[in-house]
């Protein structure tokens, strides 16, 4: 049926090149603002919570997902079922009345509700793929759809392994487009596959370098300057799993210093096959053709109204998300005046132990717990890396592993001091290791690998199931020390530069004067077998790892004598009799472990025992443990630590939902439910406003990225989650999953980190963010620092200023409102 | 007399205490009966092992109907043993949606019990239909999530595939009754085992079972399901490739005078087997993700197994089922772990081995391997040794990493161990099945030498020499599986059209016009 629309001229068309035009500049300035759109993914093993609309900051949060639904159906809010479900339980009447008077729309309630039962589904942007699929006979052959995500995606998969890393990223992997054609151009199996002859051919045509297919592309399929940019998106937002890959090598490669635009040659490779859909159905089927060419140009006018079209038709959807919002905050910000009222009355004790926590929101119940055991126990909110700017280098091997946020890059490295038999030591037993797995491995050395010694693996499973080791993790498992070397460069740095770095850190907690006799710097880590995504569940200030190394070394440098006398020039006096303790808090486990020469006393020993007791009572019932007693939850809890079939090990950050900027003596004795991260801050010893600056560009973000990754993962877990655990496939040892077999690279969280089988653990809400500082300290670090402006007024975020008079007042677009 | 009929009864306990466990689960799931029932599955197979070793049941009645032949106990033993840690693991691991929890666990009992029927009957049409009922109840787990494009595609592969496998099983079944007027196995065995000619029907029959376990054990080209089916759970994935596509070398054994006096049957599957091993386990080298790998290691592995039994190494060729059904049912289980495993390779990375390297591993592994054989006066066919001494050479060649490299002494030390391990455990196997002079001899064993040089050509070409533009090409080659699947895919469409579920979320295919045009 096809054969008889070929003819020989357009044959002719197809071999005899066409000179190929070059990219205006008009139009690589809008391919450049499409590739900028992607937000990164971390691999597995620094998996860092990331905001996936980090890159789209600069426009409306409702913009952005006006536009993200018409050009690929990602969603950005929940769906009606959704707020049918919260409706009169979680959300009441005033809560939206409310909603609908700040938005100023003239809707009435009776008009929200009959939105939830409408069904009103709108078209949106259509790749020519998706034409080319609409007239393909799907009962016999497969559609184009999945087959081009299929094909680009296991093209990724290899290209993408892990190589030795050059100077920069962009040039380790240099050639995706080259390679991805000369790859492309041998491939029979597509032609076969899709029952598409002479598709082979289409390739051959292709151009050689990514920039020149690109501009040929935009000619033939003869897209518009103005519709160019939008189409470029919707085109990556198609492979969105692997552009966000390629958003993350460019991300290293800017902290670099170094240039990256391999996401063009992603763009070229997707829109190289919209190129070649086009020209074969143009030569197989020219009915079917003119009407897509018109269809095609059609699309490209309304686009602005296709857009628009779903900006009005979310509208609604935002006063429902912004009442649920509301609901959250109204009781909030109730429980923030009773703190208020109660914490004036009490008397402050002089502390015996100060402990400072990541403000992680899982750190807010222990701390909480832990509070609750003495009075002359203090606790401290601080971004779980400590400020310390460090790559960790562990004995025995190269590696560099980052221990701060993902936003930043290290200034410094630190290696544990051990002798050189554990450096040799460590060193034969990981080449043993290594070894060992890769002859298993090895093709011709698997069958007899599997007959020597496969029998084992039957005691393995055993001793998976019944008696289950400790998890050990292949890293944090080496020998370490009390004792650290810190280098900067390759040379050792200079009790000047430690000087500084304290006493900016000390400062920074608050630590600069009143020290007890013990302060606890802890860190937190998670425990989980089996598990790819196991490091979400780490410390995302620390880069995606446990924070160990970091209390270990900020600890070591405090109680250097040598490193104390240099801060007392500096003004700070440190007491002779003080200590400072590093510890783990385990979040699965919520088990304490403490490092250092010196035991601790009894009575400490004791708080944190009953105040990790304390926690796991109160997690329990998210656990689905609420039918067993005492000791047997325990028990339970520290099972799922070491199950190797445990998909839900702990409930990770979900339920975050605000931010609290404060000193901690106006929230203790509040149970905010394991909700909100808490950050220590006093304004009147920060004169400058440098604190707040820092924590309102370094904490709010990651406290943003964390908070908007959970929220997007819910809102649309097939875009931005990673889907179905129990189907994870792991691609390339660390750069991210697929679910089963193939498809797109999944990126963000599993759905059994967010749901439980019934219900959702993680309600999506933007993050409520209250800082205690007058007006012109927030106005301040509003003004000077884009960023955060455009995280507050296109409301990505709530940004509260909650008085020391218990008044609480929003900013947004530079104006307070009540 | 009364032990006699408790031995013969007791092996249909455990394929009916399975189905009664699945229909138990109405209300809820019932792990903790599932795992018992297994469990207990498990201990009568042992000690059916037991007392059949002490002579307390004899299995001299050649028309009984449970118990085909020692292997069977060992393979029962086996899947009950993988069905237990199966359940255990998919109790947290699948919990949930307690509807989905009850339909998993329905199926996963349904599919463990009808492969029990296939392991404990003696009677080749109960055999049959056990067969079929396996990959109809594995069909509803494949699909577990019917909305999944591919595996749908995958698992509609596969029921075709299985079709023609149960075609071919019922034939030969049919034959072989007409030709020696029994339905039991075990006195098929025994005829054939004591005739010194096949006639032609019963070589078409070898043939047809030749057939049947080549499909079922996923052997080129007809491989493409087993590939794409790991879009099913982990668990069903780890039961797959551990205790059911190994069932065509299980077919093979019971069925084994028949193989070895076949030269058709034979050469089919050392060619197609022998083929499938060398390409899957080099395909499998390029591969990304962690499952697929596994994937292809499986097909790979069968391939082995049919050659060994091709070969008439049916000791070999149970350990080489027990072995990697362990292996791979815990390699599966634990693929969560990749990320770690990966980790611990790129801490200690390795150094590509010098000339000297490989010429001494070489030569420290053939001394090995031929001392063993020399001094235990080891019968052909040699090329499984010579299987052993390529992977030993590996073992010394491939020892040095960048910062570290293992000494030489300790190394040989551990390819010494391993060669132990591995002898001991292969002989202590014929206790229960016996090893057969093949028809085909010298030929089919100089074959296999064959291609297991070019294996180890194949392996460090792929290894350490990609940066040759040729190569490059090669390797895409393999990498893409040779296209082979592609075609059977678009013929499967053709033949066997199935509307595949619409992708989660859909783009509106069909545009309204009026829609485009508002």
Not at chain 1, 697 to 722: E, F, H, K, R
Not at chain 2, 201 to 222: E, M
Request: charge should be negative; include cysteine; charged fraction near 20%.
């Amino acid at each position: 049926m096809t054969a008889m629309n070929k003819s020989p001229t357009s044959y002719g068309e197809a071999q005899a090149r066409p000179l190929i035009p070059d990219l205006s500049a008009g139009q690589r300035e809008k391919l450049k603002s499409a590739c900028s759109k992607i937000a990164p993914t971390w691999p597995l093993d620094e998996l860092v919570a990331v905001n996936p609309w980090w890159e789209m900051r600069e426009q409306h949060f409702t913009e952005v997902s006006a536009k993200l639904t018409a050009l690929s159906q990602a969603q950005c809010l929940m769906p009606k079922s959704y707020f049918q479900e919260v409706w009169m339980e979680m959300v009441s009447p005033q809560h939206l009345k409310q909603a609908i008077e700040e938005s100023g729309a003239d809707y009435t309630i009776e008009n929200l509700e009959r939105f939830l039962i409408e069904d009103d589904e709108h078209t949106h942007w259509h790749n020519i793929s998706d034409f080319v699929d609409s007239g393909r006979d799907r009962k016999y052959k497969m559609a184009w759809r999945d087959e081009i995500t299929h094909q680009i995606s296991q093209f990724c998969a290899d290209f993408f392994r892990y190589r030795e890393h050059t100077a920069s990223y962009a040039e380790t992997y240099q050639g995706l487009y080259s390679e991805w054609l000369a790859t492309t151009r041998q491939d029979k199996g597509i032609e076969i596959l899709m029952a598409e002859d002479g598709l082979t051919e289409q390739f051959m045509s292709l151009p050689d370098t990514a920039e020149e297919l690109v501009a040929e592309a935009l000619t033939v399929l003869r897209v518009t300057d103005e519709s160019l940019e939008d189409y470029a998106h919707a085109l990556l937002l198609d492979i969105n799993g692997w552009a966000s890959w390629v958003a993350y090598l460019r991300w290293q490669d800017r902290l670099d210093g170094v240039e990256n635009n391999l996401m063009l040659d992603l763009l070229a490779i997707r829109i190289a096959w919209e190129r070649v859909l086009w020209r074969h159905q143009k030569f197989h089927d020219r009915s079917v053709f003119n009407e897509l060419k018109v269809m095609w140009r059609h699309q490209m006018n309304i686009l602005p109204e296709l857009i628009e079209t779903h900006k009005a038709a979310q509208a609604k959807g935002w006063i429902w998300q912004r009442a649920a919002e509301i609901a959250y905050q109204s009781a909030l910000h109730q429980q923030l005046e009773q703190a208020d009222q109660q914490n004036a009355q009490k008397q402050q004790a002089q502390p015996k132990l100060q402990a400072a926590f990541c403000i992680d929101v899982r750190s807010e119940v222990i701390r909480r717990a832990l509070e609750a055991q003495d009075p002359r126990i203090e606790t401290i909110g601080f971004a779980g890396f400590f400020g310390l700017p460090i790559a960790y280098q562990p004995v025995g091997t190269e590696e560099l592993r980052s221990q701060l946020p993902a936003l930043l890059k290290p200034q410094l490295q630190v290696k544990a001091i051990l002798s050189q038999e554990t450096d040799q030591g460590t060193k034969k037993s990981l080449n043993k290791k290594a070894r060992w797995i890769e002859w298993g491995n090895a093709p011709p050395a698997t069958f007899s690998m599997v007959e020597a010694t496969g029998l084992l693996y039957a005691f393995k499973m055993l001793r998976n199931s019944f008696f289950p080791q400790e998890h050990e993790h292949p890293i944090n498992h080496l020998p370490t020390a009390d004792a650290y070397e810190l280098s900067s460069d390759n040379s050792p740095l200079s009790l000047d530069d430690k000087v500084n770095l304290a006493a900016g850190i000390l400062h920074g907690l608050g630590l600069d004067q009143n020290l007890a006799e013990t302060v606890m710097l802890v860190g937190h880590g998670s425990s989980s077998c089996n598990n790819p995504h196991a490091a979400s569940y780490d410390c995302g200030a620390c880069g995606g790892q446990t924070g160990e190394i970091n209390v270990r070394v900020l600890s070591f440098l405090l109680n250097d004598p040598e490193l104390r006398t240099g801060l007392k020039e500096k003004g700070i006096q440190i007491p002779e009799n003080t200590r400072f303790v590093a510890a783990m808090h385990n979040t699965t486990t919520d088990a304490f472990t403490f490092y250092g020469p010196e035991e601790l006393d009894e009575e400490m020993k004791g708080w944190f025992v009953r105040a990790s007791e304390l926690s796991m009572q109160e997690r329990a019932m998210n656990l689905g443990l609420d039918h067993l007693q005492g000791e047997a939850v325990y028990e339970s809890i520290r099972r799922r630590a070491k199950d190797w079939s445990q998909v839900r090990p702990e409930w990770g950050l979900s339920g975050n939902a605000s931010f609290i900027v404060a000193p901690r003596k106006r929230s203790r004795g509040q149970n905010f439910q394991g909700r909100a991260f808490l950050h220590d801050y006093d304004w009147q010893k920060d004169d400058d406003v440098s604190l707040l600056t820092q924590i309102m560009t370094a904490p709010m973000v990651v406290t943003n990225w964390i908070n908007l990754q959970y929220y997007a993962s819910v809102c649309d877990n097939y875009v931005y989650g990673s889907g179905n655990k129990v189907l994870h496939n792991v691609v390339d040892g660390s750069i991210g999953v697929f679910e089963g077999n193939g498809g797109d690279l999944r990126i963000g969280l599993p759905l059994q980190s967010l749901h439980n089988g019934n219900n959702w653990m993680h309600e999506p809400l933007r993050l409520s963010v209250y800082i205690d500082a007058p007006r012109d300290f927030i106005e301040q670090v509003v003004g000077e620092h884009e960023v955060v402006r455009q995280l507050i007024d296109n409301e990505w975020l709530y940004c509260f200023r909650w008085d020391r008079d218990g008044t609480i007042e929003r900013y947004l677009n530079q104006s307070w409102h009540n | 007399m009364s032990m006699q009929w408790i031995g013969t009864l007791m092996p249909w306990f455990i394929p009916l205490s399975l189905f009664v466990a699945a229909i138990t689960n109405e209300r809820r799931a019932s792990w903790s009966l599932a795992r018992g029932v297994t469990l207990v599955g498990f201990m009568l197979a042992v000690f059916l092992g037991i007392a059949i070793s002490f002579d307390w049941i004899s299995l001299s009645d050649d028309r009984r109907w449970t118990v085909a032949s020692d292997a069977s106990l060992i393979v029962l033993g086996l899947v009950t043993f993988i069905g237990f840690i199966n359940i255990g693991y998919s109790r947290s691991y699948m919990s949930g949606n307690s509807e989905d929890e009850k339909r998993y666990l329905r199926w996963l009992l349904v599919t463990l019990g009808s492969v029990a029927i296939v392991i404990t009957t003696n009677h080749m049409l109960v055999l049959a239909s056990g067969w079929l009922a396996i990959t109809l109840s594995l069909h509803r787990l494949l699909i577990f999530y019917p909305n999944r494009q591919r595996a749908v595609l995958a698992a509609y592969k596969k029921y075709i595939f299985a079709r023609i496998a149960e075609a071919c099983l019922l034939g030969a079944v049919l034959i072989l009754y007409y030709e020696h007027n029994t339905w039991f196995i075990s006195e098929i065995y025994g005829n054939v085992q004591a005739s010194d000619v096949l006639s032609n029907w019963d070589k078409f029959a070898a043939l047809l079972l030749a057939l049947a376990a080549l499909i079922k054990c996923a052997q080129l080209p007809l491989h493409g399901w087993l590939i794409q089916v790991v879009e099913a759970p982990t668990p069903v994935s780890a039961l797959l490739h551990a205790g059911i596509i190994n069932l065509g070398g299980y077919l093979l054994i019971i069925f084994a005078p028949l193989i070895v006096m076949s030269d058709v049957a034979q050469w089919m599957l050392l060619i197609v087997g022998g083929v499938t091993t060398v390409l899957a386990a080099l395909v499998m080298m390029t591969r990304a993700s962690v499952k697929v790998r596994l994937a292809w290691s499986t097909m790979s592995q069968m391939g082995l197994m049919m050659v060994e039994c091709a070969l008439g190494l049916f000791e070999l060729a149970l350990l080489h089922l027990i072995a990697h059904s362990c292996y791979k049912a815990y390699a599966f289980l634990n693929s969560g772990s990749e990320v770690e495993a990966s980790m611990k390779r790129r801490l200690a990375q390795s150094e590509t081995p010098k000339v000297k390297d490989w010429a001494i591993a070489g030569l420290v592994s053939i001394g090995l391997v031929g001392g063993l054989a020399v001094a235990m006066q080891v019968p052909e066919p040699y090329s499984p040794w010579l299987l052993f001494a390529i992977a030993l050479t590996l073992l010394i060649a491939e020892r040095r990493g960048r910062s570290w490299t293992a000494g030489l002494p300790e190394i040989i030390g551990l390819a010494a161990f391993l060669l132990i391990v591995y002898s001991i455990q292969k002989s202590s196997l014929s206790f229960f099945v016996e090893n057969l002079p093949t028809s085909v001899g010298w030929a089919g064993d100089l074959w296999i030498a064959f291609l297991l040089m070019l294996f180890m050509a194949g392996y460090i070409l792929l290894r350490y020499f990609q940066h040759l533009p040729w190569m490059a090409k090669v390797r895409r080659a393999f990498y893409a599986g040779f296209y082979l699947d592609e075609l059977v895919t678009r013929l499967n469409l053709r033949i066997y059209p199935t509307r595949l579920p619409v992708r989660f979320k859909p783009k509106k295919l069909q545009v309204p016009k009026e829609e485009l045009y508002h």
